[in-house]
C-alpha cells in the first residue's frame, strides 16, 4: 500500500521528489473515484490534494494511520478540520506559494472588464468594426474595494496602484493599527460596495461569509461597478448576480469559482447570454510557475512531517 497518496494533480518534479523517499500512489484522476480513494488511503501516513477533494470525517476513518494532509492551495473549506484535529492529522496549506497568481488574475480581469474592448474578436473579423461599443474604461483614478485584506488583498493592492487605482479595504479580523492600513483605506462592507469602482473578494467560506454578496450587496453597489470572485464559490449569491446583470444593474463580473464545481451545464444556465462576464474553471491561483510554487511547498511540508515528527 502506498505511504502517501496524490488524488489530483502536482507538478511532476514535486512528485519524484517525493517518489524518492517514501511509495507513492500520484492519480490526478483519484479524487473522481471516490470508492479507490477511500481503498488507497487505507494504509496512507499523507494525502496530498487541491481544492475538489472531500476531506471529511469518513475518509478520514477509512485512513487510521494518517499523519497529514498536504493543500496544494490555500482555502480548507474542503477539509474537515475539527475532524482533522480529533484525529491528530495535521494539515499544511501552500501558504503564499499562488498569492502572485491570484493578484495578476484579478488584476487583468478588472482591467479587462473596465477596458471592454477585448470580446470584439469575432465582429471584428466579420467586418462590423463595432468601435462605439467598445469604449471602455480606464483603471486611472478608479478605487478597487477589496473585501479581506490578507496577503493575497495586498499583492493585489500592490499590482492595482500601479495602474492608478486607489485601494480602500474592509477586514474585521485586521487590526486598525495594523502597518498594512498605511496604504489602504479602512471601510465598512456598506461604504466599500457603495464607493468601490471595482470589488474584489479575499475570504473563506464560511457560515458567515456563505452569500455575503447577494441580492442586498449587489443593491448597493454602483451600476456599472465590477466584481470578481476569485475567493470561494458560495461567497456570491450567483442567482441574484446574474440579475443584476441582466438587468443592468452591475457593469461586469469575474468569477472563478462556484458554488457547484465543477459547474455543471444545469447550473451554468443562470449566466446564459449575460455580457461583460468572465467564467473561469477554478484557475486563478493555478499558472505553470505557481503550480511549481505550490507544489514544492506541499512536498516539503508533508516530507517534513512524516521525517522528523513521530
Known amino acids: 500500500m502506498p505511504e502517501i497518496v496524490i488524488a489530483e494533480f502536482m507538478d511532476e518534479a514535486a512528485v ?13 484522476q483519484l479524487v473522481d473515484r471516490p470508492d479507490d480513494l477511500v481503498a488507497a488511503v487505507a494504509g496512507a501516513s499523507a494525502l496530498v490534494v487541491r481544492n475538489r477533494t472531500r476531506v471529511t470525517a469518513a475518509l478520514l476513518a477509512a485512513a487510521p494511520g494518517l499523519r497529514c494532509v498536504g493543500r496544494l492551495g490555500v482555502g480548507l473549506d474542503n477539509i474537515e478540520l475539527d475532524a482533522c484535529k480529533a484525529r491528530g492529522v495535521t494539515v499544511y496549506p501552500a501558504s503564499g506559494a499562488n498569492d502572485v ?23 471584428v473579423i466579420a467586418g462590423n468594426w463595432p468601435r462605439q461599443q467598445s469604449i471602455g474604461r480606464e483603471g486611472q483614478g478608479k478605487r478597487l474595494g477589496l473585501v479581506g485584506y490578507g496577503s493575497i488583498a495586498r499583492q493585489t493592492a500592490a499590482r492595482a496602484r500601479v495602474f492608478g487605482f486607489s485601494i480602500a479595504a474592509f477586514d474585521p479580523f485586521l487590526p486598525e493599527g495594523d502597518a498594512a492600513w498605511a ?11 457603495r464607493n468601490s469602482d471595482v470589488v474584489s473578494l479575499h475570504v473563506p467560506l464560511t457560515d458567515a461569509t456563505r452569500h455575503m454578496i447577494g441580492a442586498q450587496a449587489l443593491s448597493l453597489m454602483r451600476a456599472d461597478a465590477i466584481l470578481i470572485n476569485s475567493a470561494r464559490g458560495g461567497v456570491v449569491d450567483e442567482t441574484a448576480l446574474a440579475e443584476a446583470l441582466r438587468e443592468g444593474r452591475l457593469g461586469g463580473a469575474a468569477l472563478d469559482v462556484f458554488e457547484t464545481e465543477p459547474l455543471t451545464a444545469e447550473a451554468g444556465r443562470v449566466f446564459a447570454g449575460l455580457a461583460n462576464l468572465i467564467l ?4 486563478a491561483g493555478v499558472t505553470d510557475e505557481s503550480n511549481v510554487r505550490v507544489s514544492r511547498v506541499t512536498a516539503d511540508n508533508i516530507l517534513r512531517h512524516l521525517e522528523t515528527r513521530s
Open 16 to 28: 519524484d521528489q517525493i517518489r524518492a523517499r517514501h511509495e507513492t500512489l500520484y492519480d490526478p
Open 101 to 123: 497568481a491570484v493578484a495578476e488574475y484579478v488584476v487583468t480581469t478588472a482591467l479587462v472588464l473596465l477596458r471592454r474592448a477585448y470580446d470584439a474578436t469575432e465582429d
Open 280 to 283: 473561469t474553471p477554478h484557475i
Open 183 to 193: 496604504d489602504a483605506e479602512r471601510h465598512g462592507l456598506d461604504d466599500l460596495l
